[in-house]
């Protein structure tokens, strides 16, 4: 007799761009090369600064347990970071360390939902975020959008959404790289405080941008939510550790969270974290070198039939409509991988409604591998 498996555990759908990862990695290991378009990680190191210190901490420090919430120093550095940043106080108690922003979310969930609410996001959108609310009984709401409003939520969308406890607005967007602007993060938290929705906003690619400013929800809310991450513009993905920024009332609920369920984030790599502020100069070439491959890409991709794209404002990604040459983008990616060794990620990870006609091609290799999976593209493509 098998054990019995938990209706939400069975109900949770597959990360559909960690599965094309590991069909990207047998084909490697069979001999074959693989450009990888499609995992969402820079392909550098942690910041030479970081990496010095988390030496010192292991030559200096016990590495055992440390405060649920974060070491003192680590914390009141993030603080920090908003008034430089955003020329916004934030206190440092308000700062949560997490492990990883997605160990940040179900903290955030948790502590602002019940069973059963409705939290609103928009699609296309990633993918974990609605993996997780249902994980928690929680009820994903997707909003439609398109490219008029930068596939992005509004407060019209919202107005039809019915009943709504929460909202998720991603800016830089994963999939999309669209950004939300000061003006309209204003009218969503606006629109969220006269409605007694929790706003929750995911800034983890904050610092990687090409067009316009970003805007972080604490300039315009003491009730949002702000994620974030070391692991995409500080280059520390594997080092799994990001942070909350949350309203006071919160705070003590996520950390009694936080004590049983992580005890605490890993010790070293919060030494590693605070020393990556001071790297800005190396992060800003990564930076430079993302949209070298960007421009790289938007010059090169139409030749091989590619050429619909969301406007790549920031992050590190390119949200390709290929509706004109598949209805079946899963299939699509698998052939492409197979017959050109070039791994993208299929739509449907993103949009359930619409995925099947959309993927999505990251940049955050090298510009020689941009320029590869170009030629090899413009090949398969070829009559």
Same mark, same amino acid.
Not at 72 to 85: F, K, V
Not at 280 to 308: I, K, M, Q, S, T
């Given at each position: 007799?098998?054990?019995?498996?938990?209706?939400?555990?069975?109900?949770?759908?597959?990360?559909?761009?960690?599965?094309?990862?590991?069909?990207a990695?047998?084909? $490697? %290991?069979?001999?074959?090369?693989?450009?990888?378009?499609?995992v969402? &990680? !820079?392909?550098?190191? /942690?910041? =030479?600064? #970081?990496?010095?210190?988390?030496h010192?901490?292991?030559?200096?420090?016990?590495?055992?347990?440390?405060?649920?919430?974060?070491?003192?120093?680590?914390r009141?550095?993030?603080?920090?970071?908003?008034?430089?940043?955003?020329?916004?106080?934030?206190?440092?108690?308000?700062?949560?360390?997490?492990?990883?922003?997605?160990g940040?979310f179900?903290?955030?969930?948790?502590?602002?939902?019940?069973?059963?609410?409705?939290?609103?996001?928009?699609?296309?959108?990633?993918?974990?975020y609605?993996?997780?609310?249902?994980?928690?009984?929680? $009820? %994903?709401?997707?909003?439609?959008?398109?490219?008029?409003?930068?596939? &992005? !939520?509004?407060?019209? /969308?919202? =107005?039809? #959404?019915?009943?709504?406890?929460?909202?998720?607005?991603?800016?830089?967007?994963?999939?999309?790289?669209?950004?939300?602007?000061?003006?309209?993060?204003?009218?969503?938290?606006?629109?969220?405080?006269?409605?007694?929705?929790?706003?929750?906003?995911?800034?983890?690619?904050?610092?990687?941008?090409?067009?316009?400013?970003?805007?972080?929800?604490?300039?315009?809310?003491?009730?949002?939510?702000?994620?974030?991450?070391?692991?995409?513009?500080?280059?520390?993905?594997?080092?799994?550790?990001?942070?909350?920024?949350?309203?006071?009332?919160l705070?003590?609920?996520?950390?009694?969270?936080?004590?049983?369920?992580?005890?605490?984030?890993?010790?070293?790599?919060?030494? #590693?974290?605070?020393?990556?502020?001071?790297?800005?100069?190396?992060?800003?070439?990564?930076?430079?070198?993302?949209?070298?491959n960007?421009?790289?890409?938007?010059?090169?991709?139409?030749?091989?039939?590619?050429?619909?794209?969301?406007?790549?404002?920031?992050?590190?990604?390119?949200?390709?409509?290929?509706?004109?040459?598949?209805?079946?983008?899963?299939?699509?990616?698998?052939?492409?991988?197979?017959?050109?060794?070039?791994?993208?990620?299929?739509?449907?990870?993103?949009?359930?409604?619409?995925?099947?006609?959309?993927?999505?091609?990251?940049?955050?290799?090298?510009?020689?591998?941009?320029?590869?999976?170009?030629?090899?593209?413009?090949?398969?493509?070829?009559?």
């Amino acid at each position: 007799m098998s054990g019995k498996l938990s209706r939400r555990g069975g109900a949770v759908d597959p990360f559909i761009v960690m599965d094309v990862m590991a069909a990207a990695a047998e084909k $490697e %290991a069979a001999g074959d090369t693989v450009i990888h378009l499609e995992v969402g &990680q !820079p392909s550098t190191p /942690a910041p =030479k600064g #970081a990496l010095a210190a988390a030496h010192a901490a292991l030559d200096s420090d016990r590495i055992g347990y440390v405060a649920a919430l974060g070491i003192p120093a680590l914390r009141e550095r993030i603080a920090r970071h908003y008034r430089e940043a955003y020329r916004t106080e934030v206190s440092p108690e308000r700062v949560i360390v997490t492990t990883g922003s997605s160990g940040g979310f179900p903290l955030a969930f948790l502590a602002s939902f019940d069973a059963g609410d409705r939290v609103a996001l928009a699609a296309p959108g990633y993918p974990a975020y609605r993996n997780i609310l249902t994980a928690l009984n929680l $009820e %994903a709401v997707d909003l439609p959008t398109s490219a008029a409003d930068l596939f &992005q !939520p509004t407060v019209e /969308a919202l =107005k039809k #959404a019915g009943r709504i406890d929460g909202l998720i607005v991603a800016s830089p967007s994963n999939p999309t790289g669209t950004m939300v602007g000061h003006a309209e993060m204003k009218a969503l938290a606006g629109w969220c405080a006269d409605n007694g929705v929790r706003l929750i906003s995911d800034e983890i690619y904050h610092g990687i941008v090409y067009e316009g400013d970003t805007a972080s929800a604490v300039e315009v809310s003491d009730e949002a939510i702000v994620v974030n991450s070391f692991s995409k513009y500080f280059s520390m993905t594997g080092w799994r550790v990001g942070w909350l920024v949350v309203p006071q009332e919160l705070v003590r609920p996520i950390e009694r969270l936080t004590q049983n369920f992580f005890i605490s984030v890993p010790t070293l790599s919060q030494h #590693a974290a605070l020393a990556a502020f001071d790297c800005r100069g190396e992060l800003d070439g990564h930076v430079r070198r993302y949209r070298r491959n960007r421009d790289l890409l938007l010059a090169g991709l139409p030749e091989a039939g590619f050429d619909r794209f969301a406007p790549a404002e920031g992050a590190f990604y390119l949200y390709c409509d290929v509706a004109h040459l598949t209805n079946d983008s899963r299939d699509f990616c698998k052939r492409m991988l197979a017959e050109t060794g070039v791994a993208t990620t299929p739509g449907v990870d993103f949009d359930r409604a619409r995925g099947a006609g959309t993927l999505r091609i990251s940049f955050a290799g090298s510009a020689a591998e941009m320029e590869e999976a170009v030629r090899r593209l413009k090949a398969w493509r070829r009559p």
